[in-house]
């Protein structure tokens, strides 16, 4: 038996393991191995493509079961937890309707679409279309993360507030399926001249980690949005 073969396989079960564990302590509400196990989740996420092309392993079904685990780590988990935090905010703005909550999964919904598309796409090969579901995953992770760590009271406001949350519900689920081209960080080659865009995101990237911690996720993610949509006229001129 090819042991080497099934090593992609391997990382990639590693990930949906860390996304089913992580959806139980986000319906238990915590919120910490939760995030914690969404990150390995999507570490693992990186490495089973890695592995793959290293190996020169790559196969049907390793793009399949990719896409499955992503599905939990980065479809169910990021829905549960913005069910429990719609639910938590619905218990200070106590008029909204109870069903509201169950609106939350939409992002569950909206990362199936886009993972079952991005299987049949074959122009995301130097390039995203849409925001990664890996993204948005770890932009609601981070919520609760803010809610209960960082010192700025605008951000924690906001996450208590309803209507935010179901804006950045919608706007994300919109933006994983939109097409939106986004910057892809894969290198060709590392002059400046041809990578200012992704060389600025990631000193933007290191310097918000630094100053804004758990705050920053969400910021970089938006960031890359920007940056990309900028990148994108810049091109078309």
Excluded: W
Excluded at 128 to 155: C, N, R, W
């Amino acid at each position: 038996m090819n042991v080497k073969r099934h090593i992609p396989n391997l990382l990639t079960l590693g990930n949906l393991f860390s996304g089913t564990v992580a959806s139980i302590f986000a319906v238990q509400g915590d919120y910490i191995l939760a995030a914690f196990l969404v990150s390995l989740g999507i570490f693992f996420d990186f490495f089973d493509g890695f592995a793959a092309r290293l190996l020169n392993v790559s196969g049907e079904l390793g793009k399949q079961l990719d896409s499955l685990a992503d599905m939990v780590t980065s479809g169910v988990v990021p829905g549960i937890i913005m069910y429990k935090l719609l639910i938590e905010a619905n218990i200070v703005n106590f008029s909204i309707p109870t069903y509201v909550p169950f609106l939350g999964l939409l992002l569950t919904l909206g990362a199936c679409y886009r993972l079952a598309n991005f299987n049949i796409d074959t122009r995301q090969s130097d390039s995203f279309i849409g925001l990664p579901t890996p993204a948005m995953s770890l932009f609601i992770v981070s919520l609760p993360l803010i809610q209960e760590y960082s010192k700025i009271t605008v951000a924690k406001a906001l996450i208590e507030n309803t209507y935010f949350l179901l804006g950045t519900t919608l706007a994300l689920t919109y933006v994983m399926n939109a097409e939106i081209i986004l910057f892809s960080l894969k290198f060709k080659e590392y002059s400046i001249k041809n990578n200012v865009v992704k060389y600025l995101f990631l000193i933007l990237s290191v310097v918000m980690i630094v100053s804004l911690h758990y705050l920053s996720i969400p910021l970089i993610i938006v960031a890359y949005l920007v940056l990309s949509l900028m990148n994108n006229k810049t091109i078309s001129k």
